[in-house]
């Protein structure tokens, strides 16, 4: 599903919108690196933009806090990311005690294998 961004509420929440729908949505299985939060935030928002504020969302199920999310930015012409890898990736997240609930559990599981091996 497509959803529009409208606002980076933290490092691991967006606020996006789709036709009358509004959505708080939470990235599956990640948590933001301690004192990491602010670079985070900004690492998401350019991201975002980069994806012309639409998004790719795949639900993975409703809790207290909104809706766990899988959220994937566009990088290129053809290319989807997963928004909390690459935040993981890039040293700003690791992975939460929920990851065991994201439907790519695997592929955040390697990027953080990944950032300990450099």
């Not at 602010?38 to 909104?66: C, E, F, H, P």
Request: hydrophobic residues 35%; contains cysteine.
């Amino acid at each position: 599903e497509q959803w529009e961004v409208k606002e980076v509420v933290n490092g691991t929440t967006l606020k996006a919108s789709r036709g009358n729908e509004t959505r708080q949505l939470q990235l599956c299985g990640i948590e933001i690196v301690s004192g990491e939060e602010q670079q985070a935030i900004a690492y998401l928002r350019q991201l975002i933009k980069n994806s012309n504020n639409q998004v790719a969302v795949l639900t993975v199920k409703q809790n207290s806090d909104g809706w766990l999310s899988e959220v994937f930015v566009r990088l290129g012409e053809d290319s989807e990311e997963l928004a909390s890898g690459l935040l993981i990736i890039k040293g700003l997240a690791v992975i939460s005690p929920q990851v065991h609930e994201c439907f790519y559990r695997e592929g955040l599981e390697m990027a953080e294998e990944m950032t300990t091996q450099e």
